[in-house]
């Protein structure tokens, strides 16, 4: 069974930094795999993601300020957020697509506030 846990959202002022965490279980690995994010009375959108090529993507909000990571060897995978902004409030999910079918996980909550 996929599973998908993440962890690190938590409250920060404009400006700070934030690590957030996905621990993924129950498949070796992936090759498509990201992170997302909902704001309050927005769709999900894509924020961060490794394709099937290993190239990465970042949406044009958060570039060079967000930084996607992972290692293979702790099935895990990592979004480093800098200079964080007060947009940047949502939940942010992970996400993986393996053989075709989307997992997600619960999510975690970035709020961004002074």
């Known amino acids: 069974q996929v599973q998908l846990v993440e962890s690190g959202g938590d409250l920060v002022q404009p400006g700070g930094s934030l690590r957030l965490t996905c621990l993924i279980s129950?498949?070796?690995?992936?090759?498509?795999l990201g992170w997302y994010r909902q704001a309050p009375g927005n769709q999900r959108e894509l924020v961060a993601g490794?394709?099937?090529?290993?190239?990465?993507t970042y949406a044009d909000s958060v570039k060079g300020r967000f930084y996607i990571s992972r290692d293979d060897g702790k099935n895990t995978m990592y979004l480093q957020m800098n200079s964080l902004k007060s947009e940047d409030t949502g939940v942010y999910y992970c996400?993986?697509?393996?053989?075709?079918?989307?997992?997600w996980g619960k999510g975690t909550l970035v709020t961004v506030s002074s």
């Open positions: 996400n993986i697509n393996y053989n075709g079918v989307d997992y």
């Open positions: 129950g498949i070796a690995t992936a090759s498509l």
């Open positions: 490794f394709g099937s090529g290993g190239w990465i």
